[in-house]
Nanobody, 116 residues
């Protein structure tokens, strides 16, 4: 059974930091590209960051320089370190595992709220 479980969300003040984790099971983690997405109320889900099976990363413009994606293949886990958080970063954050042949899987999401 494939599972992706996000954790680490919560309430943080503007300028603060959070580290999200997404732990997977049921997939061969090291061959999957991983992505972080977010969806704010009333908005479409958007890409935040990706990290390939080779460790290469890409970031959406709004988070460049503030967010860092990383992965630990030994722990089947991908991380998103979020610094200098802004109110507009408030959203439900989802992780996604994607493989060109094996398809894609989503986690259930974790809420991040940036507010004073």
């Amino acid at each position: 059974q494939v599972q992706l479980v996000e954790s680490g969300g919560g309430l943080v003040q503007p300028g603060g930091s959070l580290r999200l984790s997404c732990t997977t099971s049921g997939i061969t983690f090291n061959i999957y590209g991983m992505g972080w997405y977010r969806q704010a109320p009333g908005k479409e889900r958007e890409l935040v960051a990706t990290i390939g099976s080779d460790g290469r990363t890409n970031y959406a413009d709004p988070v460049k320089g503030r967010f860092t994606a990383s992965r630990d293949n030994a722990k089947n886990t991908v991380y998103l370190q979020m610094n200098s958080l802004k109110p507009e970063d408030t959203a439900v954050y989802y992780c996604k595992a994607e493989h060109s042949f094996l398809g894609a899987r989503w986690g259930q999401g974790t809420q991040v709220t940036v507010s004073s």
